[in-house]
């Protein structure tokens, strides 16, 4: 055979009997719309396949850390609620806990169930819109999620009729909640559950059941159980790998023993497992707030030994821990007895789900990355902090 | 769980020649933590996630803390069990001096979530982690000098770039200029 005018290349792939592929890096990122935010991944292809995938972080990052070494701590609440820029309610509840731990303090019953109405709200809000952004990345334009933002707006006019702010509530204080409940607030809260449980059936109608949807995320990103412990992985992630760890149920910090829910648990940890244990989790969510709407009492919000503006702990350390939409959110904080901490660590759900992005991908394509990103759920205002 | 008291002496009875000691918090409802020995740090911490009654699977945080007064930066482990549900263990290792012997052990190759936290810490505390598999710098840029996290850093005068730089902007910005001049 004359091969005088092929390239090696040419010949090297007749020689292995086909075509040849060249080795191709793709930077996926910082500025495409499905990394939601400014992630990076430095992606290398063969052919489709992805061979590597190392994430690149840092383009969010400000220090929130060092930030909070130099403010008070009321001076922090605030900027928890820039941390995962969604949920800002349950990042103000993490950083409160640890705080509360750390002063001795407890908030009344009333303050308590305002927080969890708050936190299962806001746990409506991040799954609904996840559902809506991981349909969005898989090219489902638009309609869901337009729907998911249409009902994320009537949470937020709660949040906004309560604390003023649409998503940077800075709303839960040492020791109880900043303001009460303002007249027909709870009626509101009422109103948008009845219409919740409809749209979730509509949105699974829509969507739980679409053949594409199946297509493009059963069998894809599976995340066996135990890596994802070692990894340490938390979350609606964890519990789509079949391990029953929910810190609602596990800590039972704030009232969460009152309230008996079930914990969604899937068996592939694949894509689809992750995007429907969300769903369930919301029909549960929805559960909790029907009977905080029920139950709650009238009295005091603010614990009455709390001193908001002047709170100095004593010299110690503390470890506090919620769960977040999103995972675990804790707070380590070392205090010694200033009005600042001298250590205030972040442990961020979303940057630490990322640990084990590549072993996800490895093998996929470039779509399915995107949609395992996409099921992953993170928030760079967390990841980069 | 059993407590940090408990631990130790298992742990002292397992390894005789190590050096543990048992930290004291100042907040009275929280746990002590124990400081290990970084020459044993990766047997203790397999230990740890091995022992049937301990079964520390989640190493759920992270993160090191500077004392420059002490005269050493700490890298501190909170530990849990997803299997029995318990917690927290804190377990935290020392460097010898906070400039020329910054190395410690890596604890990834036990507990895999210690992989981005610990190339956290070396890229914003500085402590080179020994055995990671991908020890770079992950929140700066790779040509940082620095690392924000300590106590003594000193941010550049110049970092704050106004167009039309004012005040105390302005001040830092002519002395910078003048120094570099």
């Not at chain 1, 308590?112 to 991040?126: D, K, M, S």
């Not at chain 1, 309609?143 to 006019?157: G, K, Q, S, V």
């Not at chain 1, 135990?226 to 790998?241: F, M, V, Y």
Request: proline letters at 6%; glycine letters at 8%.
């Amino acid at each position: 055979m004359d091969t005088s005018f092929s390239s090696q290349k040419e010949i090297d792939a007749r020689e292995r009997g086909g075509l040849g592929t060249e080795r191709l890096e793709v930077a996926f990122g910082p500025h495409h719309p499905s990394t939601h935010g400014v992630f990076r991944m430095d992606v290398v292809l063969e052919g489709e396949k992805i061979v590597s995938l190392k994430p690149v972080f840092g383009y969010l990052h400000r220090n929130h850390e060092k930030i909070g070494e130099s403010v008070s701590y009321l001076g922090i609440i605030p900027y928890t609620d820039r941390l995962d820029y969604l949920c800002s309610p349950t990042s103000n509840w993490g950083f409160v806990l640890a705080c509360e731990k750390l002063a001795g303090l407890e908030a009344p019953e009333r303050a308590q169930y305002i927080r969890v109405i708050l936190a299962e709200l806001t746990r409506l809000v991040n799954h609904t819109c996840l559902a809506g952004f991981l349909a969005q990345d898989l090219g489902a334009m638009g309609t869901p999620l337009m729907y998911a933002f249409r009902e994320r707006e009537n949470i937020l006019d709660l949040f906004e009729s309560l604390t003023g702010a649409r998503m940077m509530v800075n709303y839960f204080r040492f020791g109880g909640c900043r303001c009460d409940l303002p007249e027909g607030w709870l009626q509101g809260v009422s109103r948008v559950l009845d219409a919740y449980s409809k749209f979730l059936d509509e949105f699974e109608a829509l969507l739980t059941g679409n053949e594409i949807l199946l297509q493009r995320t059963q069998g894809v990103g599976v995340l066996k159980a135990d890596l994802a412990i070692n990894a340490g992985i938390t979350g609606p992630c964890l519990r789509a790998s079949g391990v029953n760890y929910d810190l609602r149920k596990v800590d039972a910090y704030g009232i969460y023993s009152r309230f008996p829910f079930r914990v969604p648990i899937g068996e592939h940890g694949d894509c689809f497992d992750r995007y429907m244990v969300r769903i369930l989790e919301m029909r549960e969510s929805i559960g909790i707030l029907r009977q905080a709407v029920r139950e709650i009492p009238a009295g005091p919000i603010m614990d009455a030994k709390a001193k908001t503006r002047s709170i100095r702990p004593k010299a110690g350390e503390v470890y506090g821990r919620i769960e977040s939409p999103k995972g675990e959110l804790g707070f380590y904080l070392i205090a010694d007895g200033s009005p600042s901490p001298y250590r205030y660590r972040i442990r961020p759900p979303s940057f630490i789900n990322l640990t084990v992005l590549e072993e996800m991908c490895l093998g996929l394509t470039v779509a399915d990355a995107v949609a395992i990103l996409g099921s992953i759920d993170i928030v760079l205002g967390e990841v980069d902090r | 769980m059993e407590t940090p008291e408990n631990i130790l002496a298992r742990l002292q009875a397992a390894f005789p020649s190590a050096k543990i000691e048992l930290l004291p918090n100042g907040c009275p409802s929280q746990p002590p933590s124990l400081l290990l020995d970084p020459a044993f740090a990766c047997e203790i911490a397999t230990f740890l996630k091995n022992d049937a009654a301990l079964r520390l699977d989640h190493a759920t945080n992270v993160t090191g803390v500077d004392w420059p007064k002490e005269g050493y930066i700490e890298a501190v482990y909170h530990l849990f069990s997803m299997e029995k549900k318990h917690g927290p263990l804190i377990i935290r290792l020392r460097t010898a001096n906070r400039d020329t012997a910054v190395v410690l052990p890596s604890l990834t190759p036990v507990w895999r979530s210690a992989d981005l936290q610990e190339r956290e810490i070396f890229d914003l505390f500085g402590i080179k982690f020994e055995g990671h598999p991908d020890l770079r710098r992950i929140l700066m840029w790779d040509g940082f000098k620095d690392h924000p996290m300590r106590k003594d850093y000193v941010a550049p005068d110049d970092f704050e770039y106004e167009p039309t730089a004012h005040d105390d902007v302005l001040e830092r910005a002519q002395q910078h200029f003048s120094k570099n001049a």
